[in-house]
């Protein structure tokens, strides 16, 4: 990853010290964007649930599938990273949200499917993870990743 971020002109020392702002003209939820590099050509997207260690609900889905669109359609960005704020990537999906699902709804009704934006990404997409990251997360987000 180190060698990847340095073609770009970003370090990755720098990645942990980075200020995040929200350019995009609608406010996000639960997500932060920037661009970052020194060319501003990296698109950084940090998940922003901290309280809940960054579970993903669809709130946190859709945002990041609207920031990864985004990315996707800027000609100015060569490559896209995402990571978690606070001390987990993220907590894998948010049971709270789940609750009301039984094994019917949750295996007919299309349950997550909304959540694979990220396998249509053409533009280099790195996890930096940081901190806690449960397996089936970093699995449904970027091992699926083609």
């Not at 932060?32 to 922003?48: D, P, Q, R």
């Not at 995402?82 to 987990?88: D, E, L, P, R, S």
């Not at 694979?116 to 533009?123: A, E, R, Y």
């Amino acid at each position: 990853m180190t060698s990847l971020l340095s073609r770009i002109g970003y370090s990755t020392s720098r990645l942990c010290r980075v200020s995040i702002r929200t350019f995009t003209t609608g406010q996000r939820e639960f997500i932060l964007t920037e661009k970052i590099g020194e060319k501003k050509n990296v698109g950084l997207i940090k998940l922003n649930r901290p309280k809940a260690l960054n579970a993903l609900c669809d709130g946190l889905m859709n945002d990041l599938n609207s920031a990864l669109a985004e990315f996707e359609a800027d000609p100015e960005i060569a490559a896209m990273i995402i990571t978690g704020n606070g001390k987990a990537f993220a907590a894998g999906a948010d049971i709270k949200e789940m609750k009301e699902y039984d094994f019917t709804k949750v295996f007919s009704g299309g349950f997550l499917t909304g959540w694979t934006h990220i396998n249509q990404c053409k533009k280099p997409t790195i996890a930096a993870v940081n901190g806690y990251a449960v397996s089936i997360c970093v699995n449904k987000l970027f091992l699926s990743y083609h």
